[in-house]
């Protein structure tokens, strides 16, 4: 795909022929035509008014940690929220409102040190609280969900909306953002504070020891490549019945250590990824009879196989 140039960016905000591979955890992915990273609400207007006079696809991102993008990048805007940053403990109403930008892992060891419990499950979960919210993100039999009070969403135009949790219709790492993008520009989570802060901190420091011992978080990944397609049957243990740890496909190879997770050994291209991906849903097929379906979102183009 070749990038057009022919748009002039009226803002220095919006930025032409960005890398995105530096702007994921799988350090994969071509440039994005037009990028932007908004830190406050204003500069949020900004973008939204010069994209309103375009004719553009918009995508939105967080810190990229469940994302394979395409090596042949992405058409349009490509709009981000991580450098949105502030946070806010409310002791009254038992409330912390952070913005998308934040790292759901510093909310929740922040809560941590409190003693707030509520968000212990969510201190190995990489990524931004915007991220978090629109793929429902979970861990430890818990997920958003079940703490989230309200969150401030940007529609289209850049006017603001306040989105109750049945608003969002989450499901199993769903919800409805991930059909209807708009973006999600803060959140409130529901916490309860003045709890034992040793305990909360005790809980917290077992959930992440308990990932590091299983995940690889020291290679390039996005996190469980697949949904479990049922509590009874994780997709990593059905992968790794079939034998296919450290299969590889280019340099993308199904994790030693996890099955559920496929590595960027080091210069893997979205495509090994994604053949990879396809060929693991075929094994999985025709042994089990089980079709699994992505939690990464593949975004641009690829092959048809
Ligand atoms: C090592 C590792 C371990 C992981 N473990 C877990 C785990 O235990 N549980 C789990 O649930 N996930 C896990 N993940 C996946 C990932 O961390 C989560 O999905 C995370 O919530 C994604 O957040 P992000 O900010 O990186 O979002 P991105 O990957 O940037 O985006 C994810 C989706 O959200 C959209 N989006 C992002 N920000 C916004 C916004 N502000 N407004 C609207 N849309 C937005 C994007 O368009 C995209 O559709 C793991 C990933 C890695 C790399």
Known sequence: MTLSLIIPSASPKI?????????TSYRIGGQAQWYAS?????????????????????????????????????????????HLRYYN?????????????????????????????????????PGTVGGAVVMNAGAHQKSIANVLASAKVATLNGSLETFSPEDF???????????????VVEATFKLQPGLDRV?????TNKNLQQRKNSQPYDRPSCGSVFRNPSPQAAAGWLIEQMGLKGYQIGEAQVSLRHANFIINRGKARAEDVFRLICYVQEQVRNYWSISLEPEVKMLGEFPVL
Do not use: H
């Not at 394979?68 to 929220?81: A, K, T």
């Not at 952070?98 to 941590?112: C, L, T």
């Not at 989450?170 to 708009?182: K, N």
């Not at 305990?199 to 809980?203: D, L, P």
């Open 15 to 23: 930025k032409a022929n960005v890398s995105l591979a530096e702007l």
């Open 89 to 125: 403990f409310d002791p009254i109403q038992g409330e912390v409102t952070a913005s998308a930008g934040e790292p759901i892992a510093r909310i929740a060891w922040q809560a941590a040190k409190l003693g707030w419990s509520g968000l212990e499950w969510a201190v190995g979960i």
């Open 199 to 203: 305990t909360v901190m005790e809980t």
């Open 38 to 82: 908004v830190r406050s609400q204003e500069e949020l207007e900004e973008v939204f008014q010069w994209y309103a006079k375009q004719s553009l696809p918009l995508t939105f991102l967080g810190a990229g940690s469940n994302l394979l993008v395409s090596d042949e990048g992405l058409p349009g805007l490509v709009l981000s929220s991580r």
């Open 169 to 183: 219709q989450f499901s199993y790492r769903s919800s409805i953002l991930q059909q209807e993008p708009r973006m």
